[in-house]
């Protein structure tokens, strides 16, 4: 799902071969071997279940389109950054403490964009279920008086419900 700000940060790369690019992911090659090169020489034990902050300094080796549908070469695209990754260290300290503030924050920002993706994804799945109850009732020759979308069928029929009659008690006193 293409944001707003991917669709604005990606400027004049919004477009491949005249094909809309709706995202950008990323590949990290090397990570491994960057990784395992530090370690060697500033060990760093971890035990099972340790969580650790790691960084890489990467080159950006190669770009790459992919079709966001895969059976649909022609269509939407999305933008892959292929990165080589150089060098890397296990960040420690006052340093991990800061960039894991910063991971945390997106976080939190990937949280709010999955919630409120699934949000829509729901309201679609019941805005199809609605407009195929219409449609069924419609076939019975039945008008809906609320279309789909919320809005007040005028072609409804205006039915009428009788109110309640109050009943009232006669005083024993």
Known sequence: ????????KLGEQ?????KPVLGV???VRGVSGGLNKAVA???VVLLQGDEA???????TDKIRHDPVEKDNKAGPQTR???LEAETAAVLTGAVAKAVGAVLDSQQAKIDEFEAAAEAEREKAKEDARRAQE??????????PIVEADGNVNPAAKAVRVPRA?????????
């Open 165 to 173: 009659r109050k009943r009232v008690r006669k005083s024993t006193h």
């Open 53 to 59: 902050i790691v960084a890489f300094r990467v080159d």
């Open 1 to 8: 799902m293409a944001t707003k700000a991917t669709k604005s």
């Open 14 to 18: 919004a477009t491949f071969e005249g």
């Open 80 to 82: 892959v950054q292929i």
């Open 41 to 43: 020489i500033d060990p």
């Open 25 to 27: 992911s990323i590949e």
């Open 134 to 143: 219409i449609e069924r009732n419609r076939a019975k020759g039945q008008e």
